[in-house]
């Protein structure tokens, strides 16, 4: 595979607008599908901004109405922010494209990036993104003084964790023991060419995930680097890193076609390609 380009847009004082990033990535989207630039990876931070994939339902936006930018990628709604190291991998691949292998190779890097700072994470079977896993069920504490088996996330697929006081809420995922998102990944692939991509949590205020169900999950929560440390940690620490081992795992893929017939389950933060 070629080399993989770095380009850092901005960040802190400097990060850059959702709209202008997304208008950016389309710009470097359609160069890099007339071949007149190389797989490109943008990196940068956002300022606080709501966006929502294409399976995000009504019921899963901010309650109290506030503004959520809708986007061409996979998956649903998250949030972007300070202390968030934001990726955007532009690259052209065999098609048709394997989606699931694309994800799965972005996996990759960001467990290896976090591993260095010393958080073990993983995958979890059926939800995309890098995991900090939780205890065993029966291990973690009881809510409100209830027994795990009354759990309302249980046994209510619509359950709200908004209003249901702070006990439930995403950011409190960690003081809960249970399964939590260090990175969450979604994208989108055009005439064989990838966009959108990564966000990985550093130090930001993970509150913002408390207005909205984030990813469509209720039963789980987030976290970031500098949650599971203890200590602080900032995005210039953790940019050279995320970048080695980005291109590592991108540079040296084995790259294939998707099977044509095969039975590959999308990931739920993918937009099958066009």
């Not at 607008?17 to 007149?36: G, S």
């Not at 504490?141 to 759990?151: E, H, K, T, V």
């Not at 953790?238 to 044509?260: G, M, Q, S, T």
Request: hydrophobic share 40%; aromatic share 6%.
């Amino acid at each position: 595979m070629s080399e993989l380009r770095f380009v850092r847009l901005g960040f802190g004082e400097e990060a850059v607008d959702y709209q202008e990033a997304w208008q950016k990535q389309r710009e470097v989207h359609a160069a890099r599908f007339e071949d007149t630039v190389p797989d490109t990876c943008l990196l940068l931070e956002h300022p606080p901004v709501y966006t929502a994939g294409r399976r995000t339902t009504e019921s899963e936006r901010p309650l109290d109405g506030t503004p959520v930018v809708d986007v061409d990628r996979g998956g649903k709604i998250t949030w972007h922010g300070p202390g968030q190291l934001v990726g955007y991998p532009i690259m052209k691949l065999p098609r048709p494209v394997d989606v699931v292998a694309h994800v799965r190779r972005l996996e990759d890097a960001l467990i290896r990036t976090a591993a260095e700072f010393g958080v073990e994470t993983s995958r979890v079977e059926g939800r995309s993104g890098v995991w900090v896993l939780g205890d065993p069920v029966e291990d973690r504490p009881a809510l409100g003084g209830l027994s795990l088996d009354f759990d309302p996330r249980l046994h209510d697929e619509e359950f709200d964790p908004r209003l249901n006081g702070p006990e439930y809420a995403p950011s409190n995922a960690g003081q809960r023991r249970e399964d939590r998102k260090l990175a969450a990944i979604g994208i989108r692939v055009a005439k064989g060419v990838t966009m959108h991509g990564f966000a990985l949590n550093v130090n930001p205020d993970n509150t913002w995930f408390d207005r909205i169900v984030p990813c469509g999950i209720r039963d789980a929560g987030v976290t970031s680097l500098a949650y599971e440390l203890g200590r602080g940690i900032t995005i210039t620490e953790v940019l050279p890193v995320a970048e080695k081992h980005l291109r590592d795992v991108l540079e040296n893929a084995d790259l294939a076609p998707r099977a044509v017939g095969a039975a590959v389950p999308e990931p739920s933060n993918a937009v099958a390609p066009a």
